[in-house]
């Protein structure tokens, strides 16, 4: 959540501005409008082929980003007739639902990483509603207030089963989508979400990173209906396993394009490492539960307080500092104590940590 610092406001939103914007040979980038100002757009890449064009993530269902992407397209010399393929990254609205919505008219087939098929699983069934995961989550990380004014947000709101209709095709590690002249391999990317795919085209030195690299914030963890257990270190492992790659040209769903995905996930390792130490210094005098270490951290470039944030935004930053504390657990940097259904993390003897530098080596070599 944490966004980078030295550019102006309108710098930041340049990469908004509706179009069709070539990134190489047959490939074009197209934001498309999102409700809501936290997150204005969402990139669609559309790579055009023998047979049509394929698009990377497909939008929101909105009458104005389907609009936008007619128009794009038109501009490019197709239409959505032309749509022979949707490869999408992870399963969030912004991603996904306007690929059920296509579909339904055009019958493009849709594939998403077999990751996502438990959240589908749990979004069509009615009694694990995400709603009451995320009440769970919230009143064991000691933020019941935070669950109470959250559940009277979203009672008001509609479900949106029938949009989550499941895809076609579940995407798999390492499979290889040939398409004429290119080939993308599908990496898993666990960690935003737990079904989470990157494609890589290494031919052109191209990484669709959906929204695990990201460049100006750092993507929210885990928000999704069913989650792992360590969300956080399975985001990190990601992130390591992109940074093996060669060094990419950067195609984000969020933000304009970027030179290097080295450059940018070293920042986002180093983010998370510093926010795992700052987590940690919050347990040194004494235990606190997920909702009292975030109160005490800043939140995004502004250094916001908690109680600052919008409750969605508190609710994210909240789950977030459980899995950073849930990763020093992992780490053996900290322990939990559970007291009527609420949990405390307490920071290890710290005169352990410091004389048994063995503890580090193996925290560290959790990352590599
Ligand atoms: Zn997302």
Redesign the pocket.
Known sequence: MAEAGGQTNRDRHAWEVPGTYRVSDGVHRIPLPLPGDALRSVNVYAIEHDEGVVLIDAGQHLIEARSALEKALSSLGFEFGDISAIYVT?I?R??YTQAVALRREFNIPISIGVGEESSFRAISEAASSPGNRNADLLIEAGAAELAKALARLTSAEATEIEIFERPNAWLIEDEELALSGRELRVLTTPG??QGHVVFVDFAHHLLFS??HVLPHIT??IA?EPVRSPLPLNDFIHSLAKVRGLPDLQLLP?HGPIQASTHARIDELLSHHETRLDRSLEHLFNGPKTAWEVANRLRWTRRERQLSELDLLNQFLATMETKFHLDLLVHRHLATTESSDGVLAYKAVDASTIATDSMDRNVARDVVN
């Open positions: 992870h969030h912004d991603h935003h979400t959906g929204d993507p929210s928000f769903a």
